[in-house]
């Protein structure tokens, strides 16, 4: 099967990327069921197709790509990766804490393209080095780990903030710049510390082949669906980052931040 590395980025995107080929070690730590090769382009369609399934079923988080070995580093790719939801924080943790304790480091991601926010976790050795969440939610600080990575040192510096992240005696100014910047931060962070989604291109060395997998409880997942083919469909816009200080805000059900989304086509 032909196939050139391409960038993967929809509206949501959620990813644990691992420092190794080792493709089927990956498959096997997280429990994942292959189903089929799969190219780059495809599985931008599958992910994109997902994310804009109906936000009230959770057939999302039923399955994921799972990358060929790109420059030295295995992604593993969709909603069942996301650091930061409340049906997955914890499990994603637990995996990701797993394949560090193989491989060394393991880090997991959100980023919401259309202003929806960022999340970034990273482990090493089988201990959470850093998790953090600039999504909107009330309860992002709630899943704050360890200290800012140099990366978020570096931006906090910029504003004139202390580097370990205590905004305690911040202007309320300063609060809203710094949420402003960790909105995007996710893509920055997970480029400086290894594979990034967003950056594959041709260049991109890959050694195999990309596989589209079935997550372990994938059939709990499918079973809350409507038994229909994955559709986008539209709604009003909610949430935008300007809220985000506003934590009395709109809540998103289930913590599936498709509800509320400047996403066009939710």
Same mark, same amino acid.
Not at 77 to 92: L, Q
Not at 191 to 213: D, Q
């Given at each position: 099967?032909?196939?050139?590395?391409?960038?993967?980025?929809?509206?949501?995107?959620?990813?644990?990327?691992?420092?190794?080929?080792?493709?089927?070690?990956?498959?096997?730590?997280?429990?994942?069921?292959?189903?089929?090769?799969?190219?780059?382009?495809?599985?931008?369609?599958?992910?994109?197709?997902?994310?804009?399934?109906?936000?009230?079923?959770?057939?999302?988080?039923?399955?994921?790509?799972?990358?060929?070995?790109?420059?030295?580093?295995?992604?593993?790719?969709?909603?069942?990766?996301?650091?930061?939801?409340?049906?997955?924080?914890?499990?994603?943790?637990?995996?990701?804490?797993?394949?560090?304790?193989?491989?060394?480091?393991?880090? !997991?991601?959100?980023?919401? &393209?259309?202003?929806?926010? $960022? @999340? %970034?976790?990273? *482990?090493?050795?089988? =201990?959470?080095?850093?998790?953090?969440?600039?999504?909107?939610?009330?309860?992002?600080?709630?899943?704050?780990?360890?200290?800012?990575?140099?990366?978020?040192?570096?931006?906090?510096?910029?504003?004139?903030?202390?580097?370990?992240?205590?905004?305690?005696?911040?202007?309320?100014?300063?609060?809203?710049?710094?949420?402003?910047?960790?909105?995007?931060?996710?893509?920055?962070?997970?480029?400086?510390?290894?594979?990034?989604?967003?950056?594959?291109?041709?260049?991109?060395?890959?050694?195999?082949?990309?596989?589209?997998?079935?997550?372990?409880?994938?059939?709990?997942?499918?079973?809350?669906?409507?038994?229909?083919?994955?559709? !986008?469909?539209?709604?009003? &816009?909610?949430?935008?980052? $300007? @809220? %985000?200080?506003? *934590?009395?805000?709109? =809540?998103?059900?289930?913590?599936?931040?498709?509800?509320?989304?400047?996403?066009?086509?939710?």
């Amino acid at each position: 099967m032909k196939d050139w590395p391409e960038p993967i980025s929809t509206c949501w995107n959620h990813w644990i990327a691992v420092p190794a080929g080792d493709q089927v070690g990956v498959i096997d730590i997280l429990g994942l069921s292959p189903l089929r090769p799969i190219t780059f382009a495809e599985a931008r369609q599958v992910i994109d197709a997902d994310g804009h399934s109906d936000p009230n079923d959770r057939r999302h988080l039923a399955r994921v790509f799972v990358t060929p070995e790109v420059d030295g580093w295995t992604l593993v790719i969709g909603a069942w990766c996301d650091p930061c939801s409340r049906e997955r924080h914890e499990d994603v943790l637990g995996e990701c804490k797993e394949l560090s304790v193989r491989y060394g480091r393991a880090q !997991a991601y959100y980023y919401g &393209a259309q202003g929806d926010g $960022s @999340a %970034w976790l990273v *482990a090493e050795k089988g =201990h959470a080095v850093r998790r953090y969440a600039a999504t909107g939610e009330p309860d992002d600080e709630l899943l704050t780990l360890g200290d800012p990575l140099p990366v978020e040192q570096a931006r906090l510096a910029e504003l004139g903030l202390p580097a370990d992240g205590d905004l305690r005696s911040a202007s309320d100014e300063q609060i809203e710049e710094w949420t402003e910047v960790a909105f995007d931060l996710a893509p920055e962070i997970a480029a400086a510390y290894g594979v990034s989604p967003f950056t594959l291109t041709r260049g991109t060395k890959v050694r195999g082949t990309g596989v589209l997998a079935l997550a372990p409880d994938a059939a709990d997942h499918r079973s809350q669906g409507t038994g229909t083919a994955p559709t !986008a469909s539209r709604s009003s &816009a909610g949430n935008s980052r $300007s @809220a %985000w200080p506003m *934590a009395s805000g709109t =809540h998103r059900p289930a913590s599936d931040r498709r509800q509320t989304s400047n996403c066009p086509l939710i």
